[in-house]
Structure formats: C-alpha cells, structure tokens
C-alpha cells in the first residue's frame, strides 16, 4: 500500500500524482505569494485546475470523473497543490463538497440538467450549511424551505461560503419542518431571483480563496431541486464529511510537507559555529518529529479515503485524520517559523513561504467541522463499535 514516497497504490494514481505535482510547481507555486499577498480569487488557477479535470474528480465518469478510487485521487491531486498553494486546492475540495449532494441526492433529471453546466460550462459550485448563528451545530440553521405547490420557498443568511461570490450553483441546507430529521439540500441556480452575495471576507490565510455571505429572500426553486428526500439533509452532510474530512486532512498534510520542504532546503544552506545547523541536536529532533507527524498525517489520511472509496464506514478514519494532520500541520510550520527565524530571521519573511504556510495550516483546524467537534466524533465512534 505505502512505498518509500508515500501511498501510491495504482500506476493510474501515480501517473496521475506526478502530472498535478508537475503542474502544481511549474504554473500554481509561482503565483501563490502574489495571490495571498493581494487575497484575489484567482481567475487563472481555476481555469488551470479545470483543464486538468480537478474540479470533477468526484463526479460520475461520464462528467469527468476520476472513476474508482475518485476519494485517494481528491487527496492527491489537494495534497500536491497544497504542498504550493493551499487556496487553490480547497477549490478542489469545495467543489467535491458542494457537488456531493446533487451527485447523490439529485434526480436523474436534474443530474443530467446540471452536471454538465458544471463540468462543460465549467460552473463551480457553493456549499451554503453555516449560518451566523449555526457553525459546529449545523441542526440549529435557521434558514427555511417552505413547499408551495410545485416550488419551495427559500429564505434565511449564510456565511462562510467558500467560492460563495464566484460559484454558479449552491447547494443549500434549509429548515423543511420543525423538530428532529427537519433539514434538506436543495440546489438553487446563482441567477435565482432574492438570492444575493454579501459581504467578501478578508482572511489570516488561504486568502485566494473567495468566502462571503450568501443571502436568500424568498428564492423559489423547483420541487425538483430537492436533492435527496426531504428531512435528509443533516444526513448527507453527514456522508459528504466522510469524502471531504480525508481531503481536509491531505491538504493540511501538503501544507506540512511544503513547510518541511523549505526547512531541509534551509538546513542544507545554512551553517552556524562552523557547522551545518542540521548537525545541531535541537534541529535534529526537529526534522525528526516534522517527518513523524507527515507519515503519520499520510497513512491516516489515505486510510480514511480508501474506506471511503471502498464503501466502508470510514467516519472515525475521517475525523482522527483531519483532526490529527490539522494539528500536525499547525506545529510543523509553527516550527518552520522559530526555527528559521530563531536561526536567521528568513522565515519570519513574505518571501519564505513559510509565513504563508503557517497561516493557511489555522484554517483546517476549523472548517468542515473544528478538531474539537473532531474529537466528539472519535470518541461517540469508539463507544458505538465497543457497545
Ligand atoms: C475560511 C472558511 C471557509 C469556510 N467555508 C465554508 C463553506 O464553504 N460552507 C460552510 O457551510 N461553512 C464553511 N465554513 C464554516 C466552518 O465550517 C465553521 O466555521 C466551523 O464549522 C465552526 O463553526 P463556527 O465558526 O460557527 O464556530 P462555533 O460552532 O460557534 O464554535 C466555536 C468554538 O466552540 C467549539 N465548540 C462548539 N461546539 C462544541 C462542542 N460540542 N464541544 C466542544 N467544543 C465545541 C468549537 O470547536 C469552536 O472552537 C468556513 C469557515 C471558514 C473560516
């Protein structure tokens, strides 16, 4: 399953690893300071990522989807575009995340209207769950769905949404009933009447990233853009964390190998009291405990996606890996940061990287659910399967 560079199970996924790793150096990283710097979403990376076919990967084949095994092909494609630019491969997961519950909950109708707007029309699309008032416990969102004749009636705020100003297409949690089993997705079009784009948030990191808030005043969307049966929604948010936690988890575990990148590169330029600062004892055991945490983060995350593309129940996988490679990530470019700069000052710079990186790792410590709501879920799995 692992070989010396990491989890590269088939020809056909390693082919594939080493053409984004190629585009990902040469046309992604070259662009990554100037884009966080300004924090624009950037026009060009996205037709870039479209030409090679990463904003459909988890679509049906006959969309452009990777086909079996579609789950380790978003990690890896995430994980060598986060190793240069974390902005820019969570438009890869986003778009996996938002896709998901019309992929699996949408009509064969509607599947067949709208995959191939987002596919050949190259449309991206939004996943609209949190609310001001409704982030880790998305059963309390206050948006409403309220079915009149062939239509429902949508109406409510939502934050946070990733590619919310430059998506097409929405997927959106609302309130169909009161009480338990209440929300469901629908899938409403950008063009729809009383939904507009808000505020465009200023962000610590993955900057190139387009978040806003995404208002809905009486929209009315066909009764056909429920995606799923009504009352599922929670549910399928539930199965989309089950893809999207591993992607979390390989992005955090590019941004990691990216940092540790820059500190080998450093180590070998850098000498100090006549000798390689690589042969002082405190950054040995730096080097040491980064490469630990990477494989670590590596094999739990690759874990998690496998189970998923294998159909088996792989949410505690999901959770210990997003969690354990968002915290891996955080402490290894914190490190990059002290000990560069303790060293020498460079890491403290813009121009390293490093600084860039740090920033980035923060934000898989929170979205698709905090580490903290990570570890609840580890351990309700753990007394689930010990019952
Ligand atoms: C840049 C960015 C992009 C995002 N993209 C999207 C997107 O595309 N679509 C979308 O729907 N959302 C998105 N989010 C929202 C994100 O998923 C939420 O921010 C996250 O789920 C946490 O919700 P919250 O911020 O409301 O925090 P809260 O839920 O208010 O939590 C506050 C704190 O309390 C802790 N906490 C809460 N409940 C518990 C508990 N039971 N036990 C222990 N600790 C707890 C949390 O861990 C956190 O530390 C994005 C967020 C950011 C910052």
Redesign the pocket.
Known sequence: MFDQTGFLPTKKLRDFQNKIQQMAREKIAPQALGVDEKEFFNREVESLLWDHGLLTLTFPERYGGYGKGRTVALCLAVEEIAKVCASSSLLLI?QAVGSFPIIHGGSKRLKQNYLPQMSKGRKLV?????EPTA???IASIQTTAVREGKEYLLNGSKC???SGGVAGIYSVLAKTSEGNGNSSFFLVDRESPGLSIGRTES?LG?RGSN?TEVFLENVRVPAENLLGREGEGFLMAMRDFDMSRPAIAAQALGIAEGAFEAILQFIKERHTFGKSIGDHPAIQTLIADSATLIEASRGLAYRAALLNDEGKNNTKFASMAKSFAGDAAMKITTDAIDAIQVLSGYGFLKDSQVERMFRDAK?TQ?????N??QR?VITRQILKESM
Do not use: N, P, R, W
């Open positions: 986003i939004a996943y609209l769950v949190t982030g880790s416990d946070f949404a990733t962000k993955q978040t934000l929170i979205f698709e659910g905090t903290q709501i609840l």
